[in-house]
């Protein structure tokens, strides 16, 4: 399925940002994960080599990542925009919209239990898709969310993007306390899971 949506971005011309990528970057990562993290659109490094978060916010990503126990190959990692924009610009409007059905299609076929948003541009984009209002990434930041989707409940959380930390290093810890949150209700949700299957 991830294959096949993948297959898809590759041949996609639904904007003008695949004149101008090198690489389309549609996300990588385990196509059952319990969850899946969202960024706004590639950089550089990640149209240069068409893998999501490679540059240095993603080896920051990585590195908290794996202080909390998470390995990369166990969760999705994409973006809203599978294309670079020039000059690493802030994503259009236009420009979400055209690819925004190929998110759709991606969290479908995961179904995770968590989806994670990296920076405002996600957040906004996702909050918007499950119906939760979005006053700003500084307002909603670190809050769980919950919504009705795949036949269960599924939690939203917004953290400041990677690569605004490494821009403004006094929102570190603010970052790494909501990641913290992130892996506790990852490991809360393993926990039932495990308590379900003993009893079958």
């Given at each position: 399925?991830?294959?096949?949506?993948?297959?898809?971005?590759?041949?996609?011309?639904?904007?003008?940002?695949?004149?101008?990528?090198?690489?389309?970057?549609?996300?990588?990562?385990?196509?059952?994960?319990?969850?899946?993290?969202?960024?706004?659109?590639?950089?550089?490094?990640?149209?240069?080599?068409?893998?999501?978060?490679?540059?240095?916010?993603?080896?920051?990503?990585?590195?908290?990542?794996?202080?909390?126990?998470?390995?990369?190959?166990?969760?999705?990692?994409?973006?809203?925009?599978?294309?670079?924009?020039?000059?690493?610009?802030?994503?259009?409007?236009?420009?979400?919209?055209?690819?925004?059905?190929?998110?759709?299609?991606?969290?479908?076929?995961?179904?995770?239990?968590?989806?994670?948003?990296?920076?405002?541009?996600?957040?906004?984009?996702?909050?918007?898709?499950?119906?939760?209002?979005?006053?700003g990434i500084s307002k909603v930041r670190g809050k769980i969310?919950?919504?009705?989707?795949?036949?269960?409940?599924?939690?939203?959380?917004?953290?400041?993007?990677?690569?605004?930390?490494?821009?403004?290093?006094?929102?570190?810890?603010?970052?790494?306390?909501?990641?913290?949150?992130?892996?506790?209700?990852?490991?809360?949700?393993?926990?039932?899971?495990?308590?379900?299957?003993?009893?079958?």
């Open positions: 399925m991830l294959e096949e949506i993948e297959e898809k971005i590759r041949n996609c011309r639904r904007c003008e940002l695949w004149k101008f990528k090198t690489n389309y970057v549609p996300g990588e990562g385990n196509p059952n994960a319990k969850i899946v993290f969202v960024g706004e659109a590639p950089g550089r490094e990640e149209d240069r080599q068409g893998r999501p978060f490679v540059g240095n916010a993603g080896k920051y990503l990585t590195e908290v990542m794996e202080r909390f126990g998470l390995r990369r190959e166990d969760v999705f990692i994409t973006n809203v925009l599978k294309c670079r924009p020039p000059n690493n610009r802030d994503p259009k409007p236009e420009e979400i919209e055209a690819c925004k059905p190929f998110l759709i299609e991606q969290l479908n076929a995961i179904k995770p239990d968590v989806i994670v948003c990296l920076g405002r541009h996600s957040a906004k984009t996702i909050f918007e898709l499950f119906g939760i209002d979005f006053p969310f919950e919504v009705e989707r795949w036949g269960k409940k599924v939690k939203v959380v917004a953290v400041y993007h990677p690569a605004a930390v490494l821009y403004r290093p006094q929102l570190k810890d603010t970052f790494e306390k909501d990641f913290a949150k992130v892996m506790d209700l990852a490991k809360r949700k393993e926990v039932r899971d495990t308590t379900l299957s003993d009893f079958f």
